[in-house]
């Protein structure tokens, strides 16, 4: 007589032949985007911070329409100008929001200690760093055009009574519209990495908005020769001319006794500042423990 015998539940279940049996979850980089991005939308500091940039943004650039049309006396209104001037007026505003956003990002983790689960998922630690920079640029680039739109929309009852005009087959207007954008991303970025270098939320926001508006201010007042030369390529007083019109810049450089930059030029220097401050990131992030 045979006895029964109980199945073993340890060992592994048969699968069909030829079939490959399932290795253990891998850790790829669009994996790790996901996951980020789940992170990214999640926080509530988030979404409102993106909420005060369109709103700031919006808001600036329809104040500036309708104080444009306001006529002071024994002057001429202001007349023939160029939408896109319209859309980037708020980029003050906007950039104060996404360098917080940038450096919630990567110092929000530090703060709360979630950092030290997301290396223990992602030992390699570059891919993490990676994939938190490449969410915070579409999504910010994402906002800049929403807000841009909506200020587009905004600002239609006063372009007729400015002479308003937006010819995106003009190579200013278009460096303008395409500008603001950019500059946006690349001003996030540098607050990313000033707060993945950093690791401290009020330190590193401390840091980047003395960056973008007090160190500029104060070489300006200075006057002195080391200050006149390295003034043009400080962050924002670099970045920022990809926004300005030719009459614009042609007022900035008529004051500008060192280097002047091309609008492009003075952008590529904020993204070099933005690439350094990540690239020294990364390394620190290697040889630091979380």
């Known amino acids: 007589m045979s006895t029964l015998t109980a199945p073993d539940l340890t060992a592994p279940a048969p699968t069909a032949p030829g079939r490959p049996v399932p290795g253990p979850y891998r850790v790829t980089f669009a994996r790790v985007v996901h996951a980020e991005w789940i992170k990214f939308r999640t926080v509530r500091s988030t979404l409102w911070t993106l909420i005060a940039t369109v709103l700031l943004m919006v808001g600036v650039s329809v104040l500036a329409s309708w104080g444009s049309t306001l006529t002071i006396e024994g002057q001429e209104p202001v007349l023939g100008m160029n939408v896109a001037q319209l859309l980037s007026a708020g980029y003050q505003l906007g950039q104060l929001a996404v360098a917080v956003l940038g450096v919630l990002t990567i110092a ?9 689960s997301t290396v223990a998922a992602v030992p390699r630690r570059l ?77 590193a926001l401390t840091a980047v908005l003395g960056m973008l508006l007090v160190i500029d201010n104060i070489v300006t007042m200075i ?27 042609a007022s900035v450089d008529a004051m500008t006794s060192g280097t002047v930059l091309t ?13 350094v401050t990540v690239a020294v990131a990364a390394v620190l992030l290697h040889r630091r423990d979380a």
């Open 223 to 249: 006057p002195l020769r080391l200050f006149e030369l390295v003034g043009p390529f400080l962050p924002s007083a670099a970045g920022r001319r990809v926004l300005f019109d030719d009459e614009m810049l």
């Open 263 to 275: 609008p492009w030029q003075g952008y590529g220097v904020l993204v070099a500042w933005a690439a």
């Open 108 to 116: 929000g983790e530090y703060s709360t200690g979630m950092i030290r």
């Open 127 to 203: 891919p993490t760093l990676g994939a938190k920079a490449l969410v915070l640029s579409l999504v910010v680039a994402a906002v800049s055009l929403v807000a841009m739109v909506l200020s587009y929309v905004a600002t239609m009852p006063f372009h007729d009574r400015l002479g308003a005009t937006f010819d995106l087959t003009s190579a200013e207007t278009l460096r303008m519209t395409v500008g603001l954008p950019l500059y946006l991303v690349a001003v996030a970025l540098l607050a990313f990495g000033v707060g993945a270098l950093l690791r401290h939320s009020a330190g």
